[in-house]
C-alpha cells in the first residue's frame, strides 16, 4: 500500500511538470473566479517560470496581481502589475489597476501619474477623469479637479455619481450656492434618491439653513429608514433646534437602524439635559 501511495504521487508530481504554459494558466484562472486566491498566485508564478520570456506574462502578471490584491499582498500586487507593465507599456487598464491600489495604500501622488498616463492613451476614460478629479480634489486643485469632472460629464451627461461629487467639491471650495444649485437639479431628476437630500441639507447646515436642512433631511430618512447616518444628522439638526424630546426620537431610530448605542452616548446626554 506504501508503495501504491508512492507511486501515485511520482504520477501526480510527473504530470505537474509536464504541466504546460497554457494548462498552468487555465487552471490559475479557475482558482481565481472560485476565489482561491492563494493556490491562484501559485499557478501564475508557475506560469511565469515556465516560460518567462512569454509576451502573455503580461496577463500571468496582472492576474497575480489582482490575487495578491485579494490576499492583502497591496505591495507585491503592486509589484506585480509595475511587471506586468514591462511586457505591455501602454495597458491602460494594468495602470488604472496600479493607480486604484495605489490610491488604497493613500499613495496619492503615485496613483495620480498613473491615472495621468492612463489618460494620456485614453482621454475618455471615464473612470479615470473621476479618479483623477477626486484626487485633484484632495489636493485642493480644484480647477483642476472642476474640468475633469465637466470633461467626464461632457462624455456621461447623465453620470450622477460625478455630479454629486463636484457638487460636493463645490460645498468643500466654499461655493456654497453652487453647491445647492447643483444638488437641487440632482433632486429634481432623482426626487426618490435619499442620499442627494442628506447632502443638500449638509450644504444647508453649513449656510445656516437649519429649517431647510431639517426639511431635507427628514425626507431621506423618509426614502431610506434603514440609514442610521441619515437619523444621526436628524438628531444633530434638531439638537441645535432646542428639540431635545424630537432629537432623542431620532437617535432611538438611529440605534434602530444599527448604530451602535454607546457610541451615541454623549448626543443621547444633551438630549436628557435640562
Request: with cysteine.
Amino acid at each position: 500500500m506504501r508503495i501504491f501511495t508512492t507511486m501515485i504521487m511520482i504520477l501526480v508530481s510527473s504530470c505537474l511538470m509536464a504541466q504546460s504554459y497554457t494548462e498552468l494558466f487555465v487552471e490559475g484562472e479557475k482558482h481565481l473566479k472560485a476565489n482561491d486566491y492563494s493556490k491562484a498566485a501559485q499557478l501564475f508564478k508557475q506560469v511565469i517560470e515556465k516560460d518567462s520570456a512569454n509576451r502573455y506574462n503580461e496577463y500571468a502578471y496582472s492576474n497575480l496581481a489582482f490575487a495578491q490584491w485579494q490576499s492583502g499582498e497591496g505591495d507585491s500586487a503592486i509589484d506585480s502589475y509595475t511587471k506586468a507593465l514591462r511586457y505591455n507599456p501602454e495597458s491602460a487598464q494594468i495602470m488604472q489597476q496600479r493607480a486604484r491600489l495605489y490610491l488604497e495604500q493613500e499613495k496619492n501622488d503615485s496613483a495620480l501619474a498613473d491615472y495621468n498616463r492612463v489618460l494620456s492613451i485614453e482621454p475618455r476614460n471615464s473612470h479615470a477623469l473621476f479618479m483623477r478629479a477626486y484626487i485633484y480634489g484632495e489636493r485642493k486643485e480644484y480647477e483642476r479637479a472642476y474640468s475633469d469632472y465637466n470633461t467626464l460629464l461632457a462624455i456621461e451627461p447623465a453620470n450622477n455619481d460625478a455630479r454629486l461629487s463636484l457638487a460636493l467639491l463645490y460645498h468643500r471650495a466654499g461655493r456654497l450656492n453652487d453647491a445647492l444649485m447643483l444638488l437641487g437639479l440632482l433632486i429634481d431628476g432623482n426626487p426618490q434618491n435619499a442620499e442627494f437630500y442628506y447632502a443638500r441639507s449638509n450644504v444647508e447646515r453649513e449656510e445656516g439653513l437649519t429649517v431647510l436642512a431639517i426639511m431635507d433631511i427628514e425626507k431621506a430618512t423618509v426614502l431610506a429608514p434603514n440609514n442610521a447616518q441619515y437619523h444621526i444628522a436628524h438628531a444633530q439638526l434638531l439638537l441645535a433646534q432646542g428639540e431635545k424630546r424630537a432629537a432623542r426620537a431620532a437617535l432611538d431610530r438611529a440605534v434602530a437602524a444599527g448604530q451602535q448605542r454607546a457610541t451615541l452616548s454623549e448626543m443621547y446626554k444633551e438630549c436628557n439635559t435640562n
